[in-house]
């Protein structure tokens, strides 16, 4: 994939947590393609507000590296924050610059509390086939999960 920024190759990175990204080796620039960003951040949508931001949204004149004639839009990662992504409304892939990606890790791990992303963990365990025998909530009560 070829970067939308400066050109260079944007070539599959496998991240610790199992997820291929394209990872620009010239700018350090981030590609996630639709869903991926979430699952990286462990949140249930690639940006939050989406829905809200899109008002917000200005045209870049970087193209799409996956449509590569839909130009990406830039929109705030979150309502009231300033780190901007860039977003193909086609594809619904995500542009992350160098250094974002951190940002957005802060941001994301602040806006969802704790307690949804356990349930969101298990949910996933679950639908990978493994059974969770119980979790002990913050007021000590076992619940149980078949």
């Known amino acids: 994939m070829q970067c939308p920024k400066?050109?260079?190759?944007?070539?599959?990175?496998?991240?610790?947590?199992?997820?291929?990204?394209?990872?620009?080796?010239?700018?350090?620039?981030?590609?996630?393609?639709?869903?991926?960003?979430?699952?990286?951040?462990?949140?249930?949508?690639?940006?939050?507000?989406?829905?809200?931001?899109?008002?917000?949204?200005?045209?870049?004149p970087y193209l799409c590296p996956r449509c590569e004639r839909t130009q990406l839009v830039e929109v705030p990662y979150m309502t009231g924050e300033d780190v901007l992504i860039d977003w193909c409304p086609q594809c619904r892939g995500a542009w992350?610059?160098?250094?974002?990606?951190?940002?957005?890790?802060?941001?994301a791990a602040r806006h969802e509390l704790h307690a949804v992303r356990l349930q969101r963990g298990i949910r996933q365990l679950e639908e990978a086939g493994f059974g969770v025998v119980g979790v002990v909530t913050r007021d000590k009560k076992r619940r149980l999960v078949s």
């Open 96 to 107: 992350l610059d160098a250094g974002e990606i951190t940002k957005v890790e802060a941001l």
């Open 6 to 60: 400066c050109s260079g190759e944007a070539a599959d990175f496998n991240t610790s947590d199992g997820v291929v990204v394209n990872f620009c080796r010239v700018c350090h620039g981030i590609w996630f393609d639709r869903g991926e960003l979430a699952l990286y951040c462990e949140t249930e949508h690639d940006l939050p507000d989406l829905d809200l931001l899109l008002n917000q949204a200005r045209l870049t």
